[in-house]
């Protein structure tokens, strides 16, 4: 039962082996029931409680305690909801070398190749990230997502915001302006990497 649940999720065919090779299927049949015992069926109860909600000045610590919960809150067949957040959502699509069935372990091969396609859990993260910056600087970034209600993209935007060339290119901005106040002049003769001394005062990504 667990065997066929775990294909069926990844997307996997089930294909008969040598008989040489019968005692490596018995035991990853029993691998896979052993995790499938050992997590239990999860639902909604069981999920721990979300982070607390974005003080507008600590991203870094706020996109942690997201992926935090998401590593420990599971979604449809007890599936990590950490793989709604990969970067494909058909598995088939993914241009990376297959390390093979059950690598580099069952949780593994469920995260990376677990379709999002048929999978309402995408709500449940859109829910997770909707509580914790509703009515902060941050859910000007997700917003645009509240109708169709996809956490994953709303998390991709989080991360694009606060990790990509935007947010680079957002201190840089502050750091000049700051140096602009403090000396009263023009900055642009100074090299950026002036702007990693003590005194920019860059906002904290603590």
Not at 69 to 81: A, D, I, K, P, S
Request: net charge negative; with cysteine; hydrophobic share 35%.
């Amino acid at each position: 039962m667990y065997y066929a649940r775990l294909i069926s999720k990844v997307g996997r065919q089930h294909t008969i082996v040598p008989v040489g090779q019968a005692i490596s299927t018995i035991e990853n049949i029993r691998t896979i029931g052993r995790y499938f015992e050992r997590i239990g069926e999860h639902d909604e109860s069981d999920s721990p409680d979300y982070p607390s909600a974005f003080d507008g000045k600590h991203s870094r610590i706020l996109l942690e305690d997201i992926d935090t919960w998401l590593r420990r809150t599971y979604g449809q067949g007890n599936v990590l909801l950490t793989y709604v957040t990969t970067d494909y959502v058909d598995p088939d699509m993914n241009p990376e070398p297959d390390p093979g069935f059950l690598q580099p372990d069952v949780e593994g091969e469920l995260i990376r190749r677990a379709s999002m396609l048929d999978d309402d859990y995408n709500e449940n993260v859109w829910l997770m990230l909707r509580a914790v910056t509703h009515k902060t600087d941050a859910w000007a970034i997700i917003k645009d997502f509240a109708r169709s209600q996809n956490g994953r993209q709303a998390y991709l935007s989080l991360i694009s915001h606060f990790k990509g060339r935007g947010h680079i290119d957002r201190i840089k901005t502050d750091a000049r302006n700051v140096l602009k106040e403090s000396f009263g002049k023009e900055t642009q003769g100074i090299s950026h990497s002036m702007f990693l001394f003590q005194d920019c005062r860059v906002p904290s990504m603590t």
